[in-house]
């Protein structure tokens, strides 16, 4: 179910400021090898051999030189936000230290993911309906409690199931009027 990209992207997932933390995102078939390919970790122990839905203490490094201390979380597909491999790298949140773990990422075989192309393979994968991809961007730009609470429910898939509910009675009345 769903379709498989070739090419894996990546993206910083904070918003781009001076703060604690930000977060950069690959997503594609060649996630972990990336990660490998600047990843520094205890044991040199390699992110590709490591369980999904696990986290790794170490450094993000770039020919020998150490770009910042990390949290590198994997999720192996189809147990992802979008169903393909993923890896989030938790740095510090300096807007020049995300743009240089970004770069580097980008550097070593990843291209600049387009906003929104997250959710949009999570929807091509199946791992979203079109309401809940919807959902995701209105949850982003809800500005008060209602339209916080309607998205959140439009993401746990409320209209799915109105919809299915729907399509079952229609089914039902049509094998009804025609029986």
């Known amino acids: 179910m769903g379709r498989k990209y070739t090419e894996?992207?990546?993206a910083v997932s904070t918003a781009l400021s001076s703060s604690g933390i930000g977060i950069i995102r690959i997503s594609g078939s060649d996630s972990f090898e990336i990660a490998d390919k600047i990843y520094a970790g205890k044991n040199?122990?390699?992110?590709?051999?490591?369980?999904?839905?696990?986290?790794?203490?170490?450094?993000?490094?770039?020919a020998g030189k150490t770009i910042d201390q990390v949290l590198v979380m994997l999720m192996r597909a189809p147990h992802s936000y979008t169903g393909e491999n993923t890896v989030e790298i938790n740095c510090h949140g300096g807007i020049y230290v995300v743009k240089k773990i970004l770069e580097t990422v980008i550097k070593y075989g990843a291209r600049p993911a387009e906003p929104g192309e997250f959710t949009k393979r999570?929807?091509?994968?199946?791992?979203?309906d079109l309401s809940q991809a919807e959902a995701v961007g209105d949850l982003i730009s809800s500005q008060n409690e209602y339209a916080r609470q309607s998205s959140v429910n439009q993401l746990k898939g409320s209209i799915r199931e109105k919809i299915d509910k729907i399509r079952k009675e229609i089914i039902y009345h049509t094998a009804f009027i025609e029986t």
């Not at 369980?51 to 170490?58: A, E, F, M, V």
């Open 122 to 128: 999570a929807f091509l994968n199946g791992k979203l």
């Open 8 to 10: 894996t992207i990546a």
């Open 44 to 62: 040199n122990k390699r992110l590709t051999e490591q369980k999904s839905h696990t986290i790794h203490y170490g450094f993000i490094e770039d």
